[in-house]
């Protein structure tokens, strides 16, 4: 299967070619006069507090003034109550944000588009203001995916490899020691095991100290992967859930797994099982710990995210804070190999349609996608300080502790696989890991796919209240009785115009479905 790997060299000369053509139009403060244009760019995460991220600006911001006489600055949606502060901040008509991470798939994109949070980019205002990144996206033909009615709503993210499947960390000291061979775990269920044994030799660690708030529908979503062929429907919320699914078996009819699958309730009933053991503390709903930290510190024995997390991050962590762990990833999905490839939409960069500097916005973003000394300060920091380079490697300083020094620039809406150097810290099975994905990965069928969310908005937003009563209190085994609890919810959602909004959205589908090829 043809994976999102970039051909650095061809890339390299249609950049090249693109910035000598387009010489008279790059990015720059020529005969740019006046004080330099603050731009600010929205990222989420927590806002980082130790000094890095400002150092790495102001050196940042003296190439930016030279370049295109513009500074930029970072605002951040935090991580607690991310999904509402989000969506709130993009439609305030707050004018101080100019550009905006988004993505169709987690952060609303289209949702976004079609209520006017972005400025829609004409193709002239591209190639003036990015030329670079409108030639690399143009010769790749991937202008398409980013149209509502259209007009190009955002930039994708789309030379940049990655894997973002969710899945659960966990310690293969451990679960060597409860019976696992080899220390590995390859069905969702038997992580019950391994709490078990957690709870019997480890006193004091939680074994899963899940953060409620922060951990969307995993403990639910992730039995329901690796249990079925559902694939959700992306770009189409309510609230803060993603309620429709297709299935692989029959990709063009709409479902939910919320109100129509039989292996909801199974899931439902095992996360009581889980609350009944122990498994994470009794107020795991509105618990806003860390769960990574705990995990660093031996404190946890499970934590939750994706793929690139584990291959950029918890291995190199584990292994150096945890001697001896033998640290390892469940993806949900394993045992069914139900999995698909991230959209090239996964990250993205729009401008705020509140923007009083939109052409400046897009001369700081080419700069910082394509200039290779901005990028390099942007994502890495200062060399020598946050990082340093070691046989075409990149390292950190002697006593650098991410948990501590992490520069925390989450510039996630267009990084370049060209500029992205391997990392000391990378688990050295990378490769093996990401071929192992590719072999059972699908691409995802509905990038183009738009909702017409005009037409059910309401009726979203109030199954998007039933969902927010129901899903936390399921997903962490509060109900005493998880079957009548989701016979409850399920007439609720109803209630709420779920037919309605899922016959709109097959409405959409089916009329997609005519230009488009499903299997």
């Not at 006193?203 to 529908?217: I, K, L, Q, T, Y």
């Not at 390099?376 to 380079?389: A, H, K, P, R, S």
């Not at 085994?477 to 959205?505: N, T």
Request: some cysteine; glycine content about 8%.
């Amino acid at each position: 299967m043809k994976r999102r790997i970039v051909k650095i060299a061809a890339a390299a000369v249609t950049l090249g070619l693109a910035a000598g053509a387009l010489a008279g139009c790059t990015a720059g403060g020529a005969g740019d006069s006046g004080a330099p244009t603050k731009i600010t760019m929205l990222v989420l995460g927590d806002k980082p507090t130790n000094g890095h991220l400002e150092a790495m600006l102001k050196k940042l911001n003296q190439r930016l003034k030279k370049q295109a006489n513009a500074t930029l600055d970072l605002f951040y949606v935090e991580w607690a109550d991310w999904q509402t502060q989000y969506n709130v901040q993009l439609l305030s008509g707050d004018s101080k944000v100019d550009l905006i991470t988004t993505a169709t798939d987690w952060l609303f994109g289209w949702e976004n588009a079609q209520k006017g949070a972005f400025l829609p980019l004409t193709e002239d205002m591209l190639k003036q203001n990015a030329p670079k990144t409108w030639a690399q996206v143009n010769k790749d033909k991937h202008w398409d995916l980013t149209k509502l009615d259209g007009k190009i709503q955002f930039i994708p993210e789309d030379n940049y490899t990655q894997y973002t499947n969710h899945g659960f960390f966990y310690r293969g000291d451990w679960a060597k020691e409860a019976g696992f061979p080899n220390g590995e775990i390859t069905k969702y269920e038997d992580f019950t095991k391994y709490f078990q044994w957690i709870k019997q030799n480890k006193p004091g660690v939680v074994p899963w100290d899940v953060a409620g708030a922060s951990n969307g529908e995993a403990a639910l979503t992730g039995y329901l992967q690796s249990h079925t062929d559902a694939l959700p429907l992306q770009g189409v919320s309510a609230g803060n859930y993603a309620p429709f699914e297709t299935s692989e078996s029959d990709p063009g009819k709409l479902t939910s797994w919320y109100m129509e699958s039989d292996q909801l309730v199974k899931a439902a009933q095992l996360a009581k099982q889980w609350n009944d053991l122990g498994v994470w503390r009794q107020d795991a709903v509105n618990y806003t710990g860390t769960t990574r930290d705990e995990f660093y510190a031996g404190q946890t024995g499970t934590d939750q995210h994706h793929t690139q997390t584990f291959v950029g991050q918890i291995y190199n962590n584990m292994t150096t804070k945890q001697p001896g762990s033998d640290p390892k990833m469940y993806y949900f999905g394993e045992e069914n190999k139900n999995l698909y490839k991230d959209i090239l939409t996964h990250g993205a960069m729009a401008v705020s349609a509140n923007s009083k500097n939109p052409e400046k916005a897009l001369q700081v973003y080419d700069l910082i996608r394509n200039d290779k000394q901005d990028y390099d300060l942007l994502n890495f920091g200062i060399e020598g300080t946050d990082y340093v380079m070691k046989d075409g490697k990149l390292g950190y300083p002697e006593g650098y502790d991410p948990s501590k020094d992490a520069l925390g620039s989450n510039f996630w809406a267009g990084r370049m696989d060209q500029y992205e150097p391997p990392k000391v810290t990378d688990d050295p099975q990378t490769k093996e890991i990401y071929a192992g994905l590719d072999k059972v990965a699908r691409d995802y069928p509905y990038s183009t796919l738009i909702v017409n969310k005009s037409a059910i908005d309401p009726e979203l937003a109030a199954m998007g209240s039933v969902l927010s009563e129901y899903i936390p209190q399921l997903e962490y085994g509060k109900f005493d009785d998880p079957a009548a609890a989701i016979k409850e919810m399920r007439q609720k959602l109803k209630d709420a115009g779920y037919d309605d909004v899922k016959a709109s959205i097959q409405k959409d589908l089916n009329a997609w479905a005519k230009t488009h090829k499903l299997k």
